[in-house]
């Protein structure tokens, strides 16, 4: 329990520093108790409580000066504070970028899937949806100079569609060892979507270890979308949904890694004409999800199309890549003129 003396012991330390903390623990003011109750809040590292709010702090009942210092101490371990604009240029040089496998895809997000943001697909079944995500399990682990992070993948996976025998076929495609790879994947499957938040509220840890630069979740929606049934229960799901999206982009911001999250979508009823469909979640998922890819399958082939709906900073756009046995491919030239013929 935390009482009167370990504050009192703790206080003096709480002055401003730029010191390193390399566990919680060693924070000021974190002792014993009030670190384990940030454990069992989902804070194991400091750079998730650099990323947290002092109201968030409020069950360790540390009150909210102490909190508040506690989270300025992690901050000013990880260096993040108020930034002259020009500086951001610089913490924009951070941000690192993915491949997906296709360069056309690649293009229209300017380089590839960006870390400390969250890229969310959405789109109908059998649209690419979990295959883009697996195919950045592999990707991820590639060197930079071929697109990669040199990191691992997190996999939260809520429907148990996740395929190793997928994992090894483009593994192999990419020349690289699939026994390596797999190890490589950290994988969790949510039962519901109490369990999902739970995975991701207490990952950090797992992240920093095992240097995780991509994290995952296929699907974002289904369990929220299927547990949470009715108009009155609209408001507690989005408010929920609202707090998980908030978990990842702390933690993608916290660990500079690619957040990906995935969406089906639903009719527009009160549209007449044209394929009207919008992904599940309405705003809230789309005022957090920093950049959004709505794809649609082309025809009964292979072919797929992406459209960047929605980015902070770049123009919508739309390519065409495939799904084939080796993973996410471009589309050839060849392909593409068949295809004019064909018209
Ligand atoms: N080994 C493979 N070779 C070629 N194409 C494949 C292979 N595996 C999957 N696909 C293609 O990917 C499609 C499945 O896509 P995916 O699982 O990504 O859908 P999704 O968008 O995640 O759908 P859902 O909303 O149901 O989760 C299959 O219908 C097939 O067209
Ligand atoms: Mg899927």
């Known amino acids: 329990m935390s009482d009167g003396t370990e504050i009192e012991s703790q206080e003096k330390e709480t002055a401003p520093t730029k010191k390193k903390y390399e566990f919680i623990e060693d924070l000021p003011g974190v002792g014993p108790a009030t670190s384990q109750k940030l454990r069992d809040l989902g804070y194991h590292t400091v750079e998730s409580l650099a990323m947290a ?34 500086e951001l240029l ?14 056309a895809l690649d293009n229209i997000l300017d380089g590839g899937l960006e870390t400390q943001t969250i890229t969310e697909f959405y789109g109908e079944y059998g649209s690419g949806k979990s295959q883009i995500c697996h195919q950045l399990c592999v990707n991820v682990q590639l060197p930079p100079e071929r697109g990669g992070l040199n990191g691992a993948a997190l996999y939260v996976d809520t429907e148990n569609t996740f395929r190793l025998e997928r994992i090894a076929q483009m593994a192999k495609h990419m020349g690289l060892e699939p026994e390596q790879v797999v190890k490589n994947i950290i994988y969790a ?3 519901t979507s109490d369990h999902q ?10 992240i920093k270890a095992n240097n995780v630069k991509l994290i995952i979740v296929d699907s974002l929606t289904a369990h929220f979308r299927s547990e949470y049934i009715g108009r009155e229960m609209l408001a507690p799901r989005q408010q929920r949904l609202n707090k998980h999206m908030h978990k990842l982009i702390g933690l993608a911001r916290a660990f500079n890694t690619v957040a990906v999250v995935t969406n089906q979508v639903m009719a527009k009823p009160d549209v007449f004409f044209g394929n009207a469909v919008h992904p599940i979640g309405g705003h809230i998922v789309g005022h957090t999800s920093h950049t959004r890819l709505y794809l649609r399958r082309a025809s009964r082939g292979p072919v797929r199309i992406a459209r960047l709906v929605s980015s902070p900073y770049l123009p919508e756009g739309e390519e065409i890549f495939k799904v084939t046995g080796n993973g996410i491919e471009d589309v050839s030239e060849e392909e593409k003129a068949s295809k004019r013929r064909g018209r």
């Open 197 to 206: 938040m739970f995975l991701l509220e207490n990952a950090d840890e797992v």
């Open 90 to 103: 610089k913490m924009r040089q951070n941000v690192l970028r993915l491949t997906t496998g296709s360069t």
């Open 189 to 191: 499957e949510a039962y």
């Open 53 to 86: 709010t002092a109201r968030e702090l409020e069950p360790v009942g540390v009150g909210e000066k102490r909190a508040f210092s506690i989270i300025e101490a992690a901050r000013s371990s990880i260096a993040i504070s108020f930034v002259r604009a020009d």
